[in-house]
């Protein structure tokens, strides 16, 4: 059965900076940009303020639902946040930014957790160090300028990099991905992908350069959301809905550099009964991992964070032989490399 659940799906965007903290866009301009792009959902996380929720405030232009969340930025360890909820102060610890965000009512994602930084582009790093905290959401786990930057080791190769906005762009860090799997051990803990897009500009005018353009990041790493109906003509609702598929991991990282799509799916069923991405449930002998895809691909079944299958096609079904966190990836020409990382589906 083709998509059993009546999902929707829609094309978005998180992760987002504006002229309101260190992007260089206004967030009308922004907004412009990602209706180009062809993306349904706009959401802003500007440092440390909502801002854009006056200029020009949040709803829907045109077909796009523009929605402003934050980053929380203390020196490392930065939070962003989705949803209501007045913002923590980024000179608390990570723990009490964390509480605070959640009893206000908001869902938190960990940002870039092994960023790099890098000392030939002059980049700090922003890694995730505090990990003995808990109750965030998920993280992000593949962040775009994290991953280009790494390949960035001497000034000609900082122009190729330049040069090439999706050069770095094959497959996520590994050891993020190890990270993910590790907690999801433990419980249920989504991974988004993150555009970080601020449009920064190098040089001085007329020799100056804007690396990764708006609609540039907007092409590169998205996260599509699974809704179980269509996003409703109110905001707030249509935000509720992206909040609670976003709490239920119904979410899937796309490097949309590699396609654009619309149309993959991921389930478990047994016996006419159907769950989707991010669904728990108790282990028993019987249950089939199957998924969908728009255009053949290759697809790595992971179990426990270790490669347990490998099939090809549009369609696929792999026995749940046991309990574990299951999830694919799906790689695609050209070089095989990722076009799709599922969230997972919990064997307990």
Do not use: C
Not at 48 to 67: E, T, V, W
Not at 287 to 293: H, V
């Amino acid at each position: 059965m083709l998509d059993p659940l009546g999902l929707y799906e829609y094309r978005a965007a998180l992760h987002v900076h504006s002229r309101y903290s260190d992007g260089t866009g206004t967030p009308a301009e922004i907004i412009a940009e990602a209706k180009r792009a062809g993306l349904d959902v706009l959401w802003l996380t500007d440092h440390d303020n909502r801002r854009a929720l006056q200029d020009p405030g949040a709803g829907y232009y045109g077909h796009l639902l523009f929605l402003v969340g934050a980053e929380i930025t203390p020196p490392t360890n930065h939070y962003l946040v989705f949803g209501p909820g007045q913002l923590a102060s980024g000179r608390e610890p990570l723990q009490s930014i964390i509480d605070a965000m959640r009893e206000g009512g908001s869902l938190g994602i960990i940002a870039h957790p092994d960023d790099p930084g890098n000392r030939t582009a002059r980049l700090p790093s922003y890694r995730w160090s505090d990990r003995n905290v808990d109750g965030f959401a998920g993280f992000e786990i593949w962040n775009h300028i994290s991953d280009w930057a790494r390949q960035i080791h001497s000034l000609v190769g900082g122009v190729w990099a330049a040069l090439k906005p999706f050069s770095g762009l094959r497959e996520a860090w590994p050891q993020t991905l190890a990270l993910w799997d590790a907690w999801g051990a433990r419980r249920r803990v989504v991974g988004t992908g993150g555009a970080d897009a601020h449009a920064a500009q190098v040089g001085r005018w007329p020799a100056r350069l804007t690396l990764f353009p708006y609609r540039v990041s907007f092409s590169g790493i998205r996260t599509h959301f699974y809704t179980t109906a269509p996003l409703d003509s109110d905001w707030q609702t249509a935000e509720s809905q992206l909040l609670d598929a976003l709490r239920q991991g119904r979410v899937a990282v796309v490097n949309a550099a590699r396609g654009k799509e619309l149309g993959f799916r991921l389930w478990a069923e047994k016996g006419g009964a159907y769950l989707a991405m991010g669904s728990e449930f108790a282990f028993e002998p019987g249950w089939t991992l199957s998924g969908l895809s728009p255009v053949p691909v290759y697809w790595d079944v992971v179990r426990n964070g270790a490669i347990v299958a490998r099939k090809n096609g549009t369609l696929f079904r792999h026995p749940i032989a046991g309990a574990g966190v299951w999830r694919v990836t799906l790689r695609r020409a050209p070089n095989n490399g990722v076009w799709v990382y599922s969230n997972p589906i919990y064997a307990r």
